[in-house]
């Protein structure tokens, strides 16, 4: 699964759109120091630290994505990012030497960055920044495993009663804020009948099932390919155990 890492790392360092990018490009490679990291100037904030340099790979990738994409509109990213892993290979040391160099030049100022800053702070400050990094951090990690698990095609939970209503009669609500439209509706649900309410709660019982029967595939693809750390803990249970039912 070191793909679909990687796939999520070029797709990180290219934002929201690589496009832009590809305008005007007429040869196979560019130059990767239009891509180098430029310090950027403390502030109280954790979004002012300065990141760290893109590696030489990523590096590359950032600049072949757009290009492949262009070139190939239907592939998927997995399958371009793994052209472009077997073009890296077979690119000759010299060529790779561009973006190795690139990126110590870019690690060494990002060194010097780092020092400046933290030669400004006091004890404290440095806790909190830490701190601070920490948690945006554990928040990306987090957010790159939700995009990992969507990519892998991981069923969505099945909605309750009350969220399948919302959900249905959001659409009908057309005026007002959507801090009024919940208002509204949440009122609504608090009026409705036992008997009204069962159809919602029906509703609710089908995506259950759905989801059970979802999950239990999608748990077994898993198996499959050894991502045993993506089961819930009682299939793993199960599976150590040799148990087949779910």
């Not at 830490?130 to 948690?135: G, L, V, Y």
Request: aromatic share 10%; hydrophobic share 30%; charged share 30%.
């Amino acid at each position: 699964m070191a793909l679909f890492r990687g796939v999520w790392s070029v797709l990180s360092a290219l934002g929201k759109s690589g496009a832009d990018l590809c305008a005007g490009c007429g040869s196979r490679l560019r130059s990767p120091f239009s891509f180098a990291y430029v310090p950027r100037c403390f502030s109280s904030t954790v979004n002012s630290y300065p990141k760290k340099p893109l590696t030489s790979y990523v590096r590359f990738s950032k600049e072949q994505l757009p290009i492949f994409k262009a070139q190939n509109p239907d592939a998927k990213n997995s399958e371009l990012i793994r052209k472009i892993a077997q073009l890296w290979r077979e690119l000759p040391d010299s060529e790779k030497k561009i973006y190795e160099d690139a990126y110590r030049a870019d690690w060494q100022a990002y060194k010097e960055e780092i020092n400046r800053i933290q030669e400004q702070l006091t004890p404290s400050q440095i806790v909190s920044l830490e701190k601070e990094i920490q948690q945006k951090r554990l928040k990306k990690k987090a957010l790159i495993k939700k995009r990992e698990l969507t990519m892998l095609g991981k069923p969505k939970r099945p909605r309750s009663a009350y969220n399948i209503y919302i959900a249905e009669r959001f659409q009908e609500h057309k005026d007002g804020t959507s801090q009024v439209k919940l208002k509204t509706i949440n009122e609504n649900w608090k009026n409705l009948s036992s008997s009204q309410k069962q159809v919602y709660i029906q509703l609710a019982n089908d995506d259950k099932i759905r989801y059970y029967n979802e999950m239990k595939s999608w748990e077994e693809q898993m198996l499959e390919v050894g991502r045993n750390d993506l089961l819930r803990r009682t299939v793993k249970h199960q599976a150590k155990n040799g148990i087949e039912e779910y």
